[in-house]
């Protein structure tokens, strides 16, 4: 299977510090996606990094992809309450996404 | 900013019974999708759609589910007789030709009694 692991299983951070999320596939992709998930509800894209690109800014989020490893990361700057959620890494090959099981991820006052 | 829309956001409905899923997906999009997410799992593609016909379906797209393109707008998914796992959230998604995001709706959270 290519799904994607993310890691750790759930973060809890102090508002203000950066959050770190870890990911890894097994099989070759074309690209990788994060996406959050507000709890109970729909997906929200964040960002995509093609399979030839290393690294990728949009905001306050930082998303990292080395291939040779298979593995990926996303960072979220200065967290907000508001940033509260689980986040997906989906790695995307043959026009079909798998997901992996997610981060959750809470941001204390 | 365009959107994927589903409705209805909730159904309950008893096991045996048929049930439509609607989707309608950004206007200029031509890739369809349906995933599902059974609660506290991952989530997981169902079916493709392209062009009018289905262009990958996973293992979980059994003969109870079907799809279809109506009208030039809505995308139906269509479960013929539910059983108890196939509650769910249920998420459609729709890709821009030549584009590499799938850009997903809101859900419809499915329970089967």
């Known amino acids: 299977s290519q799904q994607g692991e993310e890691d750790p299983q759930a973060l809890s951070i102090q508002e203000g510090e950066n959050a770190t999320m870890n990911c890894s596939y097994k099989?070759?992709?074309?690209?990788l996606q994060w996406y959050r998930q507000n709890s109970g509800r729909g997906l929200v894209h964040l960002i995509l990094?093609?399979?030839?690109?290393r690294e990728k800014h949009s905001g306050r989020l930082r998303v990292t992809l080395d291939t040779s490893k298979k593995s990926s990361s996303l960072l979220i700057t200065a967290s907000r309450a508001a940033d509260t959620a689980s986040y997906f890494c989906a790695t995307g090959r043959d026009d079909k996404i798998i997901f992996g099981k997610g981060t959750r991820l809470h941001i204390l006052p | 900013e365009p959107e994927v829309t589903q409705t209805p956001s909730h159904q309950v409905t008893q096991m045996g019974q048929e049930v439509i899923l609607r989707c309608v997906p950004i206007?200029?999009?031509?890739?369809f999708y349906w995933y599902r997410q059974i609660l506290g799992q991952k989530v997981e593609f169902l079916v493709s759609f392209y062009n009018n016909e289905i262009s990958e379906k996973s293992e979980i797209f059994d003969d109870q589910f079907s799809v279809e393109r109506p009208d030039g707008s809505n995308f139906t998914l269509k479960i013929r007789s539910t059983k108890l796992e196939d509650s769910a959230m249920y998420f459609c998604?729709?890709?821009?030709?030549?584009?590499?995001?799938?850009?997903f709706g809101p859900g419809t959270r499915l329970l089967v009694l």
């Open positions: 206007s200029n999009h031509l890739y």
């Open positions: 990094i093609r399979s030839n690109e």
């Open positions: 099989t070759s992709i074309n690209n």
């Open positions: 998604a729709s890709r821009l030709w030549g584009g590499e995001t799938q850009y």
